[in-house]
């Protein structure tokens, strides 16, 4: 018999920022954290112990994984200054200085 898939993953508790909506989701990922490692998530599913969804999602909430691993994804910050045509990459804390009251 085939070992299950999931058995070697871990599981992490979220919730999905998708909607308005606040779903629980658990998010299977690959990887034990060693230095040469590369954690990727594998699988997305409801949380069955959370109150507001059930263990259920919709459907922007099921195609989390491909947000996930689009090609297209933004990975870091960027700014488009005034009067400019290109975004340019800023670091994080030039990101969070300028959202921060």
């Known amino acids: 018999m085939r070992q ?9 508790r979220q919730t999905c920022t998708y909607c308005s909506g606040g779903c629980g ?10 230095k040469n490692a590369k954690p990727s998530v594998i699988h997305v599913e409801g949380d069955p112990d959370y ?6 999602l919709c459907p922007k909430g099921a195609s989390l994984l491909d947000f996930i691993n689009s ?5 870091r910050p ?5 009067g400019a045509s290109a975004w340019t990459d800023i670091s994080w804390d030039d990101a969070l200085d300028r959202i921060a009251p």
């Open 4 to 12: 299950y898939k999931l058995a070697v993953t871990t599981v992490t």
């Open 25 to 34: 989701i658990l998010m299977y990922s690959l990887g034990d954290g060693s």
């Open 51 to 56: 109150p507001v969804n059930r263990g259920t």
């Open 71 to 75: 090609p297209n994804r933004l990975r």
């Open 78 to 82: 960027q700014l488009r200054t005034p």
